[in-house]
């Protein structure tokens, strides 16, 4: 199980800029596969980027060209920079790590959640 530890987050104009990050405690995140997820109230979770362990990023369609992913190996990191916010993007931001089996994605840690906020 990986210990995931986020940060980041809180109320935002829309049009504006979060940074949302989460850094792995006593594991080695570099062969892992590193992404971001999100719950809205009333709405099932939802993917909303992942980065693999050669940097290979793939991105929910209502966020590309927005949210970027990246990942620091050396930091244990993972960001999501999220920039033009709008409503919609209001939710519990989740972060996770995991590995693909038979191209399923297995998660092995689960960040606590924090809340993004985007006022109109």
């Known amino acids: 199980q990986v210990e995931l530890v986020q940060s980041g987050g809180g109320l935002v104009q829309s049009g504006g800029s979060l940074r949302l990050s989460c850094t792995a405690s006593g594991t080695d995140i570099s062969t892992y596969t590193m992404g971001w997820e999100r719950q809205a109230p009333g709405k099932q979770r939802e993917l909303v980027a992942r980065i693999n362990d050669g940097g290979i990023t793939n991105y929910a369609d209502s966020v590309k060209g927005r949210f970027t992913i990246s990942r620091d190996n050396a930091e244990n990191t993972v960001y999501l920079q999220m920039n033009n916010l709008n409503s919609e993007d209001t939710a519990v931001y989740f972060c996770?790590?995991?590995?693909?089996?038979?191209?399923?994605?297995?998660?092995?840690?689960w960040g606590q959640g924090t809340q993004v906020t985007v006022s109109s």
């Open positions: 996770n790590a995991g590995i693909y089996v038979s191209s399923i994605f297995v998660a092995r840690g």
